[in-house]
């Protein structure tokens, strides 16, 4: 099928045209590695006036690109598609690090449930913000309520890692198939390091935390909570004793930061 752009510029088609990517909102930039080689794919020039992690200012220029004018109307689209979506996500990861203030690590692990083709740039992207992909910056193993109801319990699941003690085992407390307390008290006297509320209900939390001040567990087994958390309820679940806070979705399905491509008026750039 023919290209309708190899019509519309039959007469320009070996003039070089010069293009300017700029912000149009404020945000995190994200995404130049990907930029660079879809510029390479295309065949046309790319410089940066900006780097990975950048701060931008609506205005500010993030790039150049000089090629065909067909190879810019591809840039337009596959250039700015590389960026504007990493930036969202960068953006989003450095909003909630911020609210954070370093009282609790921020973490983004939805990777999972993204295709496998992105998961890289998007790893990067939540990294560019200043947030964690894993619950633990440390080798883990993480024990999940699918490995849990295969294995039988709670218990019987860290006892099938009992030999990686160079691990941090973590436990996911769903409060389903026993009460968060129960869950908390079996997870606690099989050897865990990591408890993970993944339920989005504070009074779960409350439970857990409770729990294990109980038990004199308190400054040994760390916390996590997860579950719908949204950006905005970051200030108020600092003021909980836990490890982190994982937000998946505000984070890895933010909007996108918007770009504009403008060519230069004379068609020769500046």
Do not use: H
């Not at 295709?115 to 999940?144: C, F, H, Q, W």
């Not at 509320?197 to 308190?218: M, P, Q, R, S, W």
């Amino acid at each position: 099928m023919n290209d309708i752009r190899d019509t519309i510029f039959k007469g320009i088609f070996d003039r070089k045209v010069i293009a300017t990517i700029t912000a149009e909102k404020g945000g995190c930039l994200s995404g130049i590695v990907e930029a660079e080689k879809a510029a390479l794919e295309i065949g046309i020039e790319i410089g940066f006036y900006k780097n990975e992690g950048d701060e931008l200012n609506p205005c500010d220029k993030i790039a150049w690109v000089s090629g065909s004018p067909k190879q810019i109307t591809v840039a337009e689209d596959r250039i700015i598609g590389c960026m504007s979506k990493y930036s969202g996500i960068a953006t989003a990861a450095r909003r909630a690090v911020r609210l954070a203030d370093g009282r609790v690590r921020i973490v983004s692990g939805s990777l999972k449930k993204m295709p496998n083709e992105i998961k890289g740039s998007i790893r990067k992207a939540i990294a560019t913000g200043g947030a964690d992909v894993r619950i633990s910056r440390t080798p883990m193993v993480y024990l999940d309520k699918n490995y849990i109801r295969m294995l039988g319990s709670i218990k019987d699941a860290l006892k099938s890692v009992d030999e990686l003690d160079n691990l941090v085992k973590v436990i996911q407390i769903k409060g389903k198939d026993k009460s968060v307390v129960e869950e908390t008290l079996e997870a606690i006297e099989g050897g865990c390091n990591l408890l993970m509320v993944d339920t989005g209900n504070i009074a779960d939390l409350d439970e857990c935390l409770k729990t294990l001040e109980f038990t004199g567990k308190g400054g040994e087994v760390k916390v996590a909570f997860s579950g719908g958390i949204k950006i905005d309820d970051i200030p108020e679940l600092c003021s909980y004793k836990i490890e982190a806070l994982c937000i998946g979705k505000e984070i890895v399905d933010a909007l996108l930061l918007d770009m504009k491509l403008d060519v230069a008026t004379d068609m020769e750039g500046e």
